[in-house]
């Protein structure tokens, strides 16, 4: 059903936990089955230097979340946005079963809402 990829990273989560001063925070859930995840980064000369996460979830999501944090890390801001999709966290973790695809949307929308809690604390300090 979940690809060694997948099981991997359920198994072996890469970056979870939670960045206490963190730069920007973006919490998604799916209130059908039940998953949450929460993301933190640090962000440093635009780019991102630490993203953490909690999940409540499922195999899937869990994977979603591991796979979305291994992404992202080191990327730039718009670079993250642009290449952390539903697809290419899907495709990076080997697929996922049609009814599963969802926990990839969650991940890619949890890393962009924490983008984006960053990018509105940067505009209320410049103002």
């Given at each position: ?12 989560p ?12 973006g ?17 440093k ?40 999709t ?42």
């Open positions: 059903m979940y690809s060694e990829i997948v099981m991997d990273h359920f198994a072996h890469r970056n979870a936990g939670v960045i206490e001063d963190a730069d920007g925070i919490e998604v859930g799916n209130p059908m089955c039940g998953d949450m995840m929460t993301f933190y980064i640090k962000v000369d635009d780019h991102l230097e630490d993203v953490k996460f909690q999940t409540f979830g499922c195999v899937a999501a869990i994977a979603v979340s591991s796979m979305v944090s291994e992404m992202a890390k080191g990327k730039s801001l718009e670079e993250a946005q642009q290449v952390i539903n697809k290419s966290v899907a495709e990076t973790l080997g697929g996922l079963p049609k009814n599963k695809m969802h926990c990839s949307n969650l991940g890619a929308e949890a890393l962009t809402l924490a983008i984006k809690n960053y990018q509105e604390k940067q505009n209320k300090n410049a103002a």
